[in-house]
């Protein structure tokens, strides 16, 4: 809704249905990709983090104090990503700057995707080191810009999205890891929007590659298919001890005490309960079918995103306004990748039924 003061307010939890200007709708935005937004354990979790450890948590990690949810969060990220080390902060925004900058010394040069996110972009030009952009997802234009552009005995960082929210599309890691397994190179990958949807368990685009975590480093937001809130890195003792010592680690607060603790719980829910992800794949198979089966062409991927474009930015705002009037909300969305006109989106969620699926695609058929 960039530059648009109109705004819906909601009055219940983020899912499937939801209460927006008063109304109870069907919801087909937003990021709550496994539906858990108002998930009881997860909710308690958090209040009676609250009620035990106060509103303020002003105990520094760097100056050596802690609280048990920060301890938790970890414990739990470590064994629903099975990785040696990771560690929380307060906000997925903070990931690219937080990552890359703990690397600084490891890597000369980074080599930036053109639509990653702003974690990622504003992460790199904080960082005072030289960056090179490649076309989006472009294996063979990332191998030319670099090697047009590395110097001799440099080591090259590349930095991306484990799955681009616009148009839910995954980057080629696998071409990506040969082509720095050449430089003894480095890949950082957001995966706010893949962690809990990509990949056989839910860990992410790294796990859909089944690549190596030592030189891959992954994290991102908790605030998305987790519905709880803050950021994850992933990665050996090694990376993490460089990234819990990194200025903009020690610049900021851990966190929420109720942001660690939901988010522990989450990780914890989600590992117990795969059937949630069966779910939501389920649901995207249904849903992109139904759509490509209305003449909607959208890739039969597994990312919880359907987007398209039917006509220009007035039609695509007027589709929404009309679907919002008989009760389905779905996204116009003018963010990174989307274009001059902007799409329009749908994200699916493993609470999503069937009457609801069908309820979309039959307000759908009327513009196509
Ligand atoms: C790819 C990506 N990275 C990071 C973030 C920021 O996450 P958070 O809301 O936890 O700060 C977002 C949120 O929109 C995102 O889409």
Request: neutral net charge; proline residues 4%.
């Amino acid at each position: 809704m960039k530059g648009d003061k109109k705004m819906f307010i909601v009055d219940s939890p983020s899912g499937s249905k939801m209460v927006v200007n008063g109304k109870e709708i069907i919801n087909y935005s937003g990021c709550s990709y496994l539906g858990i937004s108002d998930e009881e354990s997860i909710i308690d979790a958090g209040v009676k983090a609250l009620k035990q450890y106060g509103s303020l948590c002003q105990t520094p990690r760097h100056y050596g104090f802690n609280i048990p949810p920060y301890l938790e969060v970890v414990k739990s990220a470590c064994d629903f990503f099975e990785v040696e080390s990771a560690t929380y902060f307060s906000t997925g925004y903070l990931f690219g700057n937080i990552v890359l900058q703990a690397l600084k010394e490891e890597y000369d040069v980074i080599f930036l995707d053109e639509k990653a996110h702003y974690s990622i972009t504003d992460g790199a030009y904080a960082c005072e080191k030289p960056i090179f952009r490649f076309k989006h997802t472009d294996s063979y234009d990332l191998e030319k810009v670099l090697e047009n552009n590395l110097e001799k005995d440099q080591i090259p960082i590349i930095a991306t999205d484990g799955m681009f929210p616009t148009y839910g599309n995954i980057p080629p890691l696998n071409k990506y890891y040969e082509i720095i397994s050449k430089y003894n190179g480095w890949i950082v990958v957001d995966e706010s929007h893949s962690f809990g949807t990509v990949g056989n368990t839910g860990k992410g685009a790294i796990e859909k590659f089944n690549l190596p975590r030592d030189r891959v480093i992954g994290g991102g937001s908790m605030a998305k298919a987790f519905c709880a809130y803050g950021g994850l890195v992933l990665g050996s003792k090694k990376v993490i001890d460089l990234v819990t010592s990194s200025a903009p680690f020690w610049g900021t607060s851990s966190g929420m005490s109720a942001s660690a603790a939901m988010t522990a719980e989450s990780l914890k829910y989600v590992k117990n309960h795969p059937e949630l992800l069966i779910k939501l794949r389920e649901n995207i198979h249904y849903l992109k079918k139904g759509l490509n089966d209305l003449g909607i062409n959208v890739e039969m991927t597994e990312t919880p995103v359907a987007t398209f474009v039917i006509g220009d930015s007035i039609k695509m705002k007027s589709i929404q306004k009309e679907l919002f009037n008989k009760g389905v909300c779905i996204t116009y969305s003018n963010y990174i990748g989307a274009g001059k006109d902007g799409v329009l989106k749908f994200s699916i969620f493993a609470s999503h039924t069937k009457e609801s699926n069908d309820k979309l695609l039959s307000l759908l058929k009327e513009y196509v």
